[in-house]
Nanobody, 123 residues
Framework: QLQLVESGGGLVQPGGSLTLSCAAS????????IGWFRQAPGKEREGVSC????????TYADSVKGRFTISSDKAKNTVYLQMNSLKREDTAIYYC????????????????WGRGTQVTVSS
């Protein structure tokens, strides 16, 4: 059974850092693209960062470029999102998702989703 479980969210002050983890089971990371998406109340789901097969080509939303880094650990079957210099507008539920075919970072192309982890940036 394919499963993605996010962890690492929490409350952080502006300028702080968090690392999100996406633990995958039921598939090999090399066989899929993994994306981090986020959704804030009243806003559409946004592609934050995607890696097209773990360790491969990566993309970042303009809003996070230079601040966030996506990476993977194949031995742990886990993908990470290192978030630095967090801003209040980064507050959202962050979801990890997998796609068997996508070469883009758009939510409708991703088939398997975790339940999300809340990131709140507030002073």
């Amino acid at each position: 059974q394919l499963q993605l479980v996010e962890s690492g969210g929490g409350l952080v002050q502006p300028g702080g850092s968090l690392t999100l983890s996406c633990a995958a089971s039921g598939f090999i990371l090399d066989s899929v693209s993994i994306g981090w998406f986020r959704q804030a109340p009243g806003k559409e789901r946004e592609g934050v960062s995607c890696i097209f097969t773990a360790g491969g080509t990566t993309t970042y939303a303009d809003s996070v470029k230079g601040r966030f880094t996506i990476s993977s650990d194949k031995a742990k079957n886990t993908v990470y999102l290192q978030m630095n210099s967090l801003k209040r507008e980064d507050t959202a539920i962050y979801y990890c998702a997998a796609s068997t075919y996508s070469l883009s970072c758009t939510a409708n192309a991703y088939d398997y989703w975790g339940r999300g982890t809340q990131v709140t940036v507030s002073s």
